[in-house]
């Protein structure tokens, strides 16, 4: 179907952005938005315009991207405030912050950001470039907030993960009805730089902790993990993320001075009672010593809620799948376009969103299309039926 006519909703959502643009790119602006909600799968830039308006060509997108002009995080805070306003706040006024990055593979040895990398020892090298992502969550809801792309090493702007993941935390502010703020994230990102970060902007914190951190006797981690006797482990069960089931773990719990973090809780937890000291995770946290160990993991649990997110933003908005330029900046806007659009569409379809159940951007990307087409099918019938009364009139 030939779209002619920007979506009635979309329009007035967008129409305060119109002072950040300049000439007529508020209005490519919108329709790229558009573009990537109902054809995220092909969101080649090129594929992208053959679907747009015949007014808007390639060209006019391309050079949407190439400007310097407007501010991208700047676009993408304000589409996340929209996006955490639309949704009811918890009862408990607790919002979990989430960080973690994902690899978008590429092919093209050109694209000035990827590289070659793997994401453990164990897995093979492949190439792509890596995006850092801060989630906010809570119930079951999962929004973007803000994101940062790893670039080469050989790059003089180059940053490690960790000092990415600092910045987005420094740069992120908390909604109105906030009480209190938990960030979680796996063991990449437990290092003393980060976690005295959280603890310096007094948020609290669910981590996984590698096994080379010590007690403030000198003793690892690893020794606790390797001697702890089974019959140590309490077994507790937790409703699974995404379905109605729940899962059982093994945990213990234990209140400790480590080094560089002060008292903390370290919470042992492993699927199965009978697994031994590899497949146990070691947690900590600076919550109250009345959190119990299972809402300990309760909480760390709300890390796979960032795993759905990068699912849906590669499938619904086709994260990364632009091919621009050459120059890092320009893909860093090519790819906050495709999770503003991501943003757009919480936006617009939130009273669709269950607050009690599990949900999925693809079928609020469905709605979205279907209400789009049913919008361009009655709107030609309108121009069709006022060309033949013109013909009618003048005959």
């Known amino acids: ?79 996340a405030d929209q996006a955490l306003q639309a949704f009811p706040p918890p009862e408990d006024g607790i919002l979990y912050l989430v960080g973690d990055s994902t690899l978008k593979g590429k092919r093209g040895p050109k694209h000035p950001v990827a590289q070659k990398t793997r994401l453990s020892q164990h897995h093979p090298y492949v190439f792509g470039f890596r995006v850092v992502l801060l989630m906010a969550q809570w119930d079951v809801y999962r929004i973007p907030v803000d994101f940062a792309l790893v670039r080469r090493t050989a790059d003089p702007a180059y940053e490690t993960e960790n000092a990415l993941f600092r910045h987005m935390l420094r740069a992120f502010r908390r909604p109105a009805w906030c009480q209190e703020l938990v960030v979680t994230a796996d063991a990449a990102y437990a290092s003393r730089a980060n976690l005295e970060l959280i603890q310096t902007l007094g948020y609290g914190y669910v981590m996984a902790l590698p096994r080379t951190w010590k007690f403030a006797n000198g003793k690892a981690l690893k020794a606790l993990v390797t001697h702890l006797p089974r019959w140590k482990y309490t077994q507790i069960r937790i409703p699974a993320v995404n379905t109605q089931r729940r899962r059982t773990f093994w945990v213990y719990a234990k209140r400790a001075r480590l080094r560089h973090l002060g008292d903390v809780t370290v919470v042992l937890s492993k699927c199965r009672r009978n697994q031994g000291p590899k497949h146990t995770k070691i947690l900590v946290t600076n919550l109250p010593e009345t959190v119990t160990a299972r809402e300990v993991v309760g909480v760390y649990l709300r890390r796979w809620w960032v795993e759905l997110l990068f699912k849906e933003l590669k499938g619904v908005v086709g994260l990364g799948q632009h091919q621009v330029t050459k120059k890092p900046d320009r893909i860093e806007r090519s790819v906050a376009v495709a999770i503003m659009a991501y943003l757009l569409l919480l936006k617009l379809r939130a009273t669709e969103v269950p607050a009690d159940r599990p949900w999925s951007a693809f079928r609020l990307q469905r709605a979205f299309a279907w209400e789009v087409a049913q919008a361009q099918c009655e709107r030609s019938a309108r121009q069709m039926a006022r060309k033949w009364l013109q013909l009618g009139k003048v005959a």
């Open 1 to 79: 179907m030939s779209l002619t006519c920007l979506p009635r909703r979309v329009s007035q959502c967008l129409r305060v952005l119109g002072p950040c643009f300049h000439h007529r790119h508020q209005l490519v602006f919108s329709w790229l938005l558009v573009l990537h909600l109902l054809y995220g799968e092909r969101a080649n830039l090129k594929a992208l315009a053959r679907h747009g308006p015949q007014h808007l060509a390639y060209q006019h997108y391309r050079r949407l991207l190439c400007a310097a002009y407007w501010c991208t995080k700047t676009l993408l805070w304000w589409f």
